[in-house]
């Protein structure tokens, strides 16, 4: 068995005499190989604006490669408040983009190191986040004491 | 003003006892620049595949329709998401920095799309 991701983009009405139908598939696996990945983490939270938060783990938190390939990231802003409401996201204090409500995103993800961790900042008040992260080795933070 | 209607499926038997089939829609209004489905061929030199000046808020679509060979998307300097081969990205982006995209090697093709919110 494997896991899997497929998108489909439409629209009937964005060009002129021709709809838009757009789609894709990929099955997920371990960095390098044709293995199927075997670990994910996944949940709902709810996040106060104000602060920026760390979402997923460090490039030291992953095994071996695992880190530089085969790490997928699902986020969508489950908030149904209006415009004001909004996540942003990036990497490495580079803004990439706004989460409003109902959006959502999927990237493989490129941790090549501690720096290029996934940040995100609610904005406008408290947004509730559904998201999943995929990764063939990551591990647990050795105990503080 | 049109709508774009982007799905997700993320489903798996591998990654617990309980199957996951999550499946996740949205309805965005586009009403500025599109690009549909296009193809580049990247190098492993870095390409400007949007350039933040020319856009406002978007929503990216991108595609590796190669093999075997993988491409680097950076967002500015940061380098930022990795597709292998047969592997896309969607993705709202404020165009806050450019995006650029580069191979590991060899001339892979690059599928992409923006919508301009």
Not at chain 1, 29 to 49: C, F, H, P, R
Not at chain 1, 70 to 93: F, K, P, V
Not at chain 2, 99 to 111: H, R, V, W
Request: glycine share 6%; charged share 15%; net charge negative.
């Amino acid at each position: 068995m494997a896991t899997t991701a497929t998108i489909s983009i439409s629209s009937p009405d964005l060009m002129p005499g021709s709809s838009l139908s757009i789609a894709a598939n990929t099955t997920l696996t371990k960095a390098g190989v044709t293995a199927d990945l075997t670990q994910m983490e996944t949940g709902v939270i709810s996040l106060v604006s104000g602060t920026e938060y760390r979402l997923g783990p460090l490039a030291t938190e992953m095994a071996d490669d695992a880190h530089d390939i085969a790490s997928y990231l699902y986020i969508c802003n489950t908030t149904t408040e209006d415009a004001t409401y909004y996540i942003d996201w990036g990497i490495n204090e580079t803004m990439i983009g706004r989460l409003y409500a109902g959006d959502w995103m999927f990237i493989p993800w490129n941790a090549s190191d501690d720096a290029a961790e996934i940040e995100i900042e609610p904005q406008g008040g408290t947004n509730t986040i559904e998201y999943a992260f995929f990764n063939s080795d990551f591990i647990l933070p050795t105990a503080a004491a | 003003m049109a709508t774009l209607t982007p799905t997700l499926t993320l489903a798996s038997t591998d990654t617990g006892s309980d199957e996951l089939s999550l499946s996740v829609t949205d309805s965005l209004n586009i009403t500025k620049a599109i690009i549909s489905p296009s193809k580049v061929a990247l190098s492993t030199g870095d390409l400007t595949l949007f350039a933040a000046a020319s856009y406002t808020k978007s929503y990216v679509y991108l595609k590796n329709t190669d093999d075997t060979i993988a491409m680097d998307i950076d967002f500015g300097t940061q380098l930022s998401i990795q597709l292998a081969a047969g592997e896309f990205a969607f993705f709202p982006w404020e165009s806050s920095g450019n995006i650029l995209a580069k191979s590991a090697s060899g001339t892979p093709y690059l599928e992409y799309a923006i919508f301009e919110a």
